[in-house]
């Protein structure tokens, strides 16, 4: 099969040929369709992931979506020909966390697909049937790709920080991969939504689905975020994770706002006073993925066309190097995907 390979850490990936993987006892062959590109990739790609960051050669990509073509011995022969999509944490299924549908806090958690084990920058890739969950009749695989973590990441944030409708929710970066789902994700649940981002095509894109938008560019954005929020922030969601962007969400909170927190960067810290978090009754809230509920409720709102996946890019396998660069310099919007 024509995969591509990431033998050091960087944005270089090797086109080559590979055997195809046969499934084991409990996984399933999945013929690739579509594969999405995002920041979380790269970063991987980078070495600048946290977990399982060494093992290479590994071909990445784990926001992929394809059929079912063979299960290893002891799976349900059910599930071949099925179109399933990849949920990213490769958890234990058993322990008190997985149980509770908190996979990814999983005690034995093996580290993520396209991480740990080759991912979906592949004709095919093989997945524990736990990772391969299904893709409702109807909607298209590229879009699907969209799902598994760009919308599901979303659901979990709404449901950590208990956005509904009386919340002002703010996101910062909002034209971005899970930015773009962030804020129709928060509108779903209720909230009136406001999207920070950089740059006329974004900001115009944001106000094009209805959302108010603010130019992070300008000095007064938090100012302006209060204003289009009607007064008061209550939910701010940053997905840049600078220690600026952190710093100025906690200020803009109103009393009982929450911060929810994404990124995982390894050397960025923020100070937070007592005095604020106490007076104003402030929560910083971290955030980690999604469970596979929520990916399955995820792909409910794409295929109720509440929540309408923004890839915006869709290339040949061999891209994935182009689009990388248009997502290091911030001017894709959405997602992209490759198609092998
Ligand atoms: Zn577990």
């Known amino acids: 099969m024509r995969a591509l390979v990431l033998r050091e850490h960087g944005d270089v990936l090797l086109a080559q040929e590979l055997p195809t993987p046969v499934p084991g006892p409990g996984e399933v062959l999945v013929r690739v369709e579509a594969c999405g590109v995002g920041l979380t990739v790269l970063n991987y790609m980078g070495g600048r992931s946290r977990v399982h960051a060494e093992k290479l050669p590994r071909v990445p990509g784990h926001e992929f979506v394809g059929t079912v073509v063979a299960c290893g011995r002891g799976q349900e022969a059910a599930m071949a020909g099925q179109r399933v999509m990849a949920y990213f944490y490769l958890s234990c ?188 009754e402030v929560e910083i809230l971290g955030s980690r993925y999604a469970s596979r509920w929520e990916v399955q409720e995820a792909a409910r709102l794409i295929q109720q066309g509440r929540v309408q996946p923004v890839v915006s890019e869709v290339r040949p396998l061999e891209s994935v190097g182009e689009l990388a660069s248009k997502l290091r310099q911030g001017t894709l919007l959405g997602r992209a995907a490759v198609v092998p």
């Open 93 to 280: 299924g058993a322990c008190d966390f997985c149980r509770l549908a908190h996979e990814p806090l999983c005690r034995y958690l093996r580290g993520q697909v396209g991480v740990a084990t080759d991912g979906g920058f592949a004709e095919y890739a093989v997945l524990p049937a736990f990772n391969a969950l299904p893709v409702p009749q109807g909607v298209d695989p590229v879009l699907a790709t969209a799902i598994p973590d760009a919308v599901a990441t979303p659901v979990h944030v709404c449901r950590r920080a208990r956005v509904g409708p009386q919340d002002a929710v703010l996101v910062v970066g909002a034209a971005g991969g899970v930015g773009i789902h962030m804020v129709q994700v928060a509108r779903v649940f209720g909230a009136r939504v406001v999207g920070v981002d950089r740059g006329a095509e974004k900001l115009a894109a944001l106000r094009s689905m209805g959302f108010e938008a603010v130019d992070a560019a300008e000095d007064s954005w938090t100012a302006q975020a209060r204003e289009a929020a009607g007064g008061e922030v209550t939910v701010a969601v940053d997905l840049v994770g600078s220690r600026t962007t952190m710093e100025a969400c906690l200020d803009v909170l109103a009393p009982r706002g929450r911060l929810v927190v994404l990124t995982t960067f390894r050397d960025v810290t923020f100070s937070a006073s007592p005095a604020r978090l106490v007076a104003a």
